[in-house]
């Protein structure tokens, strides 16, 4: 057998190991609101529109200039970030220990779905809006392109189990697979799954 | 085969599907301050100590009704329980969310285990406490009598997987065993792992 053969086979055995691994990228997503166009007006001024301060790692999506306050009668949470662009409604995205600080009893959802989403009011220097069945605990996923999933053979919609491989591992269960053409590979978790496994900044999950 | 003999049968059948579930509760730990005489008197004046509350789950241990604040120069938090009795080490029990709010890097230890332990003041009323190398994000565990190690087939030290079983299942690595015959059956986990996994008074762990 000559080098470069050895040489073929090595790559094809380190690539599949590689595969087989299905190293996720884990990024923790921190507290944040999604706004509609009425909410972007009644809190930031008539005509205003969101200011794009960064982007985040799923196309389109970017973290705004502009920040609110949440208040409930039991407490408050000021300088939260806004997540452009508007969207149809509005949604308020926050951990357990968020919910419990402000007494806000909230489900646990996939983005998207408000069912039995808790109240709450968004405060700016302009105003006060009411969002009322807005806030949810953003339900940890995956997403990924139609590549990435045949990669590591799993399907839109699809429930996997996830070891984050941290100094403090922990297994999330019923992890949802997002594949659309326009994702960046990425795990999303709450503050609150990511301090119980201690996520650092490379910090990888395994699927399985 | 007799009714009786029919019953025994599905007794023990009952019995041992019970053992193989191996069904822990699992508490939650609040962030909490363990205190010398020493610490004791500086912050609640000469010939004090600590003034029971209530009893914990573990035998001789309590929730006094003392109370301190923690400060750092980036944060504070207040109205932190002070357990009982007094020991040989003041021991600062916080969560990762607690460790980043106040800027404190601490490690990940079992009680008692001061390694790399981090540094706060300790404010009361009467007085300011430097603590330190005291703070640590205690690592999960689960206190049991030598009948429970029996009964779930592990021993003092081990180190177990746990599956927490809630709305959001979690499993926890590296779960320590601690066996004592005064031990009460319990798997302590802190605010963060709590929350990550939706714990409720109710929620059992089951170890694999």
């Excluded at 662009?85 to 402000?102: G, H, I, Y």
């Amino acid at each position: 057998m000559t080098e470069n053969q050895i040489r073929e086979i090595v790559a094809r055995v380190i690539l599949s190991l590689d595969n087989s691994e299905a190293s996720i990228p884990v990024e923790a997503s921190a507290r944040h609101v999604h706004l509609t166009k009425e909410a972007v007006e009644a809190l930031f001024g008539k005509g205003t529109t969101l200011t794009k301060k960064r982007d985040l790692s799923q196309p389109g999506e970017f973290l705004s200039e502009q920040r609110i306050k949440l208040v409930t009668s039991k407490g408050e949470i000021a300088n939260v970030a806004v997540l452009g662009p508007e969207r149809k409604a509005v949604q308020v995205e926050l951990s357990m220990t968020d919910c419990r600080s402000l007494g806000i009893k909230a489900p646990i959802n996939l983005s998207g779905d408000l069912n039995g989403a808790g109240d709450v009011y968004l405060v700016s220097e302009c105003g006060c809006y009411n969002a009322a069945k807005s806030v949810i605990v953003a339900k940890n996923h995956i997403h990924m392109t139609p590549a990435d999933a045949e990669k590591y053979g799993v399907s839109d919609s699809q429930s996997v189990k996830v070891r984050i491989e941290t100094s403090r591992p922990v297994t999330f269960e019923d992890v949802m697979i997002r594949v659309n053409p326009n994702f960046s590979l990425a795990m999303h978790i709450d503050f609150d799954e990511a301090n119980a496994c201690c996520l650092e900044k490379d910090s990888k999950g395994k699927i399985f």
